[in-house]
């Protein structure tokens, strides 16, 4: 049975901190939520400018495989709360849902400020007490809380060096990763938890860019950097994915990129680069394009030849042309190789890999380092793709370990 809990402390007022601060007041428990910027959910609304993707449709037992690592904790929590309850809960709120043809799943106006404020009502009619611009600082030697607050922000009595001291509390830590560190999640909490001999790994980009080695010409970057490449299939490492990705002015992004985000980063890591292959023809198959090739280009410029017989775009022109080398025509439209040095940096990237190792939390979401502490949502070491996974498991996290906390 659920053991009462009548005061907790929340740092960190983004999907995870919110989903936990929304569980405990449901059940009664008085909730004092510290975020570090002016208004919270900042990343959550930015994320949402697109369109916010929620979660994802596909089968669940699909949908769980997309989580490395995905250890028994992490796992019970998606069990818990699974899409179908993400979008259920989002019902209840008033937003309507929806699965896109990708089977992303959707609000139903497409927003990320109709969801925040819905939540931030009930929030706010079940007691939540929002304290923003708290920057957390850790520990007093005695347990207490310490926040750096702006001069006239706070309430309460400061500390001559400004600060805000909070009595000691049952405390969740949902301070996010390290990625866009300009909306708040900037990864500072690492070294105090660091103090505090809480075993992590070392926050690395997630769902990022990659820099091209040897960069690309000034023709490409100036005539078609910000421009997608689509349709197209990418292999590496014995996978293979169609979709579409953006040239950069350093290298390459988008969606079919961050699927391969992981897979590229540690090869990079491993073997200081990593070569893909793309199929600039996904559409066609090999012995189609050496067919049509053998037709003779005539009197056209080969560029001219491949967009009357390819329809091959200006992007995808370029691209050849820079990555080409001395490959065969048909082996490059169907396999071009290109070889990436490095991750583009944290700051750029959606999310971050890496974060509070998991054996550093018992059964109930505590650090063993640190009883009456708590950790949930990005600070943790796990990682997904795009298509709602991190939100799902955002909140999934902020959920269970805020149960975690009454156990």
Sequence with gaps: MPRPLSHACVIG?????????????AAGCAVDLYDAMPSVGRKFLLAGRGGLNLTHGEPYERFVTRFTPCPPLLRAALDAFPPQALRDWCEDLGIATFVGSSNRVFPLDLKAAPL????????????VRLHSRHRWLGWTAEGALRFAVPQG????????????????????L?????????????????TLLHEAGVAQHPLRPSNCGFDVQGGWSTLLRERHAGEPIKPVALSFAGRRQAGEF??????VEGSLIYAFSAL???????????????????Q??????????????????????????????????????????????????????LVLAAPRPIAEAIS??????????????????????YACGEMLDWEAPTGGYLLNACIATGRAAAQGMRS
Excluded: N, Y
């Excluded at 925040?116 to 007691?127: D, E, I, N, V």
């Excluded at 922000?153 to 969740?172: C, F």
């Excluded at 189609?288 to 995808?316: D, N």
């Design 174 to 190: 949902a301070l996010g990763g390290a990625s866009w560190p300009r909306l708040g999640s900037d990864g500072a909490w690492q």
């Design 13 to 25: 007022a983004g999907p995870a901190g919110l989903a936990a601060a929304e569980c405990l007041s």
């Design 116 to 127: 925040l404020r819905a939540w931030l009502r009930r929030l706010h009619a079940q007691g």
């Design 153 to 172: 922000t706070s309430l309460t009595e400061t500390t001559p060096a400004g600060e805000v001291i909070v009595p000691a509390a049952p405390t969740l």
């Design 264 to 282: 590229l980063r540690e090869a990079i890591a491993e073997q200081g680069s990593a070569r893909l292959e793309l199929d600039l023809l996904p």
């Design 284 to 337: 066609h198959s090999a012995e189609q394009v050496r067919s049509q090739l053998a037709r003779g280009q005539g009197s056209k410029s080969l560029s001219s030849f491949l967009k009357s017989q390819f329809k091959l775009s200006a992007q995808k022109l370029a691209l050849l042309h820079e990555a080409r080398g001395e490959l065969p025509l048909a082996e490059a439209l169907k396999a071009l190789p």
């Design 352 to 373: 971050s890999a890496g974060g509070i190792a998991w054996e550093a939390l018992d059964a109930h979401w505590q650090l063993q380092a640190r009883p009456g502490v």
């Design 246 to 251: 953006v040239l950069t002015e350093t290298g």
